[in-house]
């Protein structure tokens, strides 16, 4: 990318999109196609309506993608929305995400809250809850879901409602190597080694190797497979 030029946006402007070296945007930006470049900075508000490719992405404050992502590195902080599937090598959000699509990633940590309609395909997941969060299926190597002390329904736009979802992760299937849960409801769990911090609930926990519960968790059914 060495011949390509920059694309900059100060205060508000739009972009048909195209390939770039690096793309800046501060204030109000909008893209209107495809977007290719090696970084990609969003400061402000903004939305790519295409597809993004970048080696980095970092955005901070209010975006909307409207396409898929396919990048190394992404750091999110604020409030994010994304119509399309995630691809990236490591992944890091602080604030609300909502995704309808799937994430992939080796390495994904979120702070905050999240509706992700897809899936989550991780090797390494680390969550620590400050909002309600829901999600269809969790799989990976090493998942952790914490619940951190400053929790509040105050903050998250998304369509969890403290009627719907009193503090806790939803999630159909969680399935990994090594699991460690707090505050999560789900279908089934299933692991190698399995630990549940309190206020877990769970239909259904399948494990290989060990398995221990806390005793403000609840599992209806636990089976050694």
């Not at 190394?72 to 309808?100: N, P, R, T, W």
């Not at 877990?200 to 806390?214: A, G, M, P, T, V």
Request: charged letters at 30%; a negative charge.
């Amino acid at each position: 990318m060495e011949n390509l030029t920059d694309l900059k946006i100060y205060g508000q402007g739009s972009s048909g999109g195209g390939k770039f070296r690096d793309v800046m945007i501060k204030g109000s930006g909008q893209i209107i196609g495809d977007l290719e470049c090696k970084k990609c900075e969003v400061l402000g508000t903004g939305e790519i309506k295409g597809d993004l490719t970048a080696e980095e992405v970092m955005i901070k404050g209010q975006f909307k993608f409207g396409g898929q992502i396919n990048t190394v590195d992404l750091k999110v902080y604020g409030e994010s929305d994304f119509l399309g599937d995630i691809f990236a090598d490591e992944a890091s959000f602080q604030g609300s995400l909502e995704l309808k699509g799937d994430l992939n990633a080796e390495i994904c940590k979120i702070e905050g809250g999240f509706v992700i309609d897809g899936l989550l395909n991780v090797e390494l997941f680390e969550l620590t809850m400050y909002w309600p969060c829901k999600v269809s299926e969790i799989g990976g190597t090493n998942i952790t879901v914490k619940k951190d002390a400053k929790f509040s329904f105050l903050g998250l736009k998304n369509r969890i409602t403290p009627h719907s979802n009193k503090g806790f992760l939803e999630v159909d299937t969680v399935e990994g190597d090594e699991i460690y849960l707090e505050n999560t409801h789900a279908k089934v769990v299933r692991g190698k080694n399995i630990t549940l911090g309190p206020n877990c609930q769970i239909d259904r926990l399948e494990y290989q190797n060990s398995y221990q519960n806390h005793e403000k968790s609840r599992v209806k059914s636990a089976e050694k497979i």
